[in-house]
């Protein structure tokens, strides 16, 4: 069920008890109805879409805090905690907890601390699971406890307040935009969990691979900053998204597993699961939606994990059983000499698993199957 047909059916419900209603895109800096072409379709390619965005000017500033809301009349109401959200038998959120602090206040005081300090390198560093590069306001925005408008303009005027922070915060605001970009893709097709939005990929050969869905999920890919990313999905709720971006190409292309299986995990999984941008980003990894990367963008996951996370910082983190291997081996443990694996206290296949699929037979069998699918159209 869409956003627009959660509203839809609330508006119904608050107009059967006599309770007017409006809507806004109270979470969007702009609304979609407002970028519909002639044919009445909204952008379906990121670049065109932003210009449109930017042409259009600052948002609206957001309002003032209300001196005082009215409740309306004939609504029952719950209490936070008797909706008893919180997980108790198992209890397995601790982490969770450690990681995030929910609320405004906690929302406003993250964005007042990246504009002082982290975003100056943001634009470099972005990338890089390894450090704290990143706003980390995904959760936030996710449940309205932050609004895109409010970040646009704290963001202008710290840009104006410090000249060389412009780089970072531009870098940051069209990361902004692809969140945009995303809710108006939702907007236009409400099924974009679900149906690809290329026809095409309706018959791509995806796999049934049960086994390899389960290592997937458990961080057991034996590809390290895969498993990394994994672990601290379910760990903290959350993961890098340069790792989201690899730990997605594998199951995809490297294990020709549905992009829908994936979709469902990481909404099942991340605290800042978003109905736009989780299925768009699947759909964009897959090849299968809007302004998608092309079909033989097959991420090496061993170049990924040496590239951003050179030192192996974050993989000694979250895999801590490869922590004592070199940063040259971390990486590829399989490459480590039986010396190398023995005094890091590694076995391979027991302590830690060897790769579920080889990247060179993975990438060869994406790209026989991509070449299938373009062959049949």
């Not at 980390?136 to 963001?155: D, V, Y």
């Not at 692809?178 to 791509?204: G, I, K, M, V, Y």
């Not at 830690?352 to 049949?376: I, N, Q």
């Amino acid at each position: 069920t869409g956003p627009r047909a959660v509203a839809a059916e609330l508006e119904a419900a608050l107009d059967a008890i006599g309770v007017k209603s409006s809507v806004f895109a109270d979470d969007l800096l702009i609304d979609p109805a407002e970028l519909r072409g002639k044919d009445g379709r909204g952008p379906r390619v990121f670049t065109p879409f932003w210009k449109r965005v930017l042409a259009q000017g600052d948002p609206p500033k957001p309002l003032p805090v209300p001196v005082r809301l009215s409740s309306p009349s004939g609504i029952a109401s719950l209490t936070v905690d008797e909706l008893a959200l919180e997980p108790t038998s198992p209890d397995w959120a601790g982490g969770l907890r450690t990681t995030w602090r929910a609320g405004e206040r906690a929302a406003q005081a993250r964005l007042a601390k990246f504009l002082e300090t982290t975003v100056r390198g943001y634009a470099a560093d972005r990338d890089r699971p390894d450090i704290e590069a990143t706003s980390r306001l995904s959760p936030h925005l996710r449940f309205g406890e932050i609004s895109p408008r409010q970040i646009w303009h704290a963001a202008r005027f710290a840009a104006e307040q410090q000249p060389a922070f412009a780089r970072g915060i531009d870098k940051f605001l069209s990361e902004l935009g692809w969140r945009e970009f995303s809710r108006h893709l939702l907007f236009n097709n409400p099924d974009l969990a679900t149906r690809n939005l290329q026809p095409s990929f309706d018959a791509f050969p995806w796999s049934q691979d049960a086994a390899a869905l389960r290592a997937w999920q458990r961080g057991q890919t034996g590809y390290p900053i895969v498993d990394a990313g994994m672990r601290e999905l379910w760990h903290t709720g959350s993961m890098h998204n340069r790792v989201r971006m690899v730990a997605a190409s594998l199951l995809v292309k490297h294990l020709l597993i549905d992009w829908r299986l994936g979709e469902q995990w990481f909404w099942d999984t991340l605290v800042d699961a978003d109905p736009g941008s989780n299925p768009a980003s699947w759909q964009w990894v897959a090849g299968s939606g809007a302004d998608a990367a092309p079909y033989f963008r097959v991420f090496n996951p061993v170049l990924q994990g040496e590239k951003f996370d050179s030192s192996g910082t974050y993989v000694r983190r979250w895999v801590p059983e490869l922590a004592r291997l070199p940063a040259a081996l971390i990486h590829q443990p399989w490459a480590a000499k039986p010396l190398e694996l023995a005094e890091a206290g590694v076995v391979l296949g027991r302590s830690y698993p060897a790769p579920v699929v080889d990247h060179r037979h993975g990438r060869e069998r994406a790209l026989a199957a991509y070449a299938s699918l373009r062959t049949s159209d």
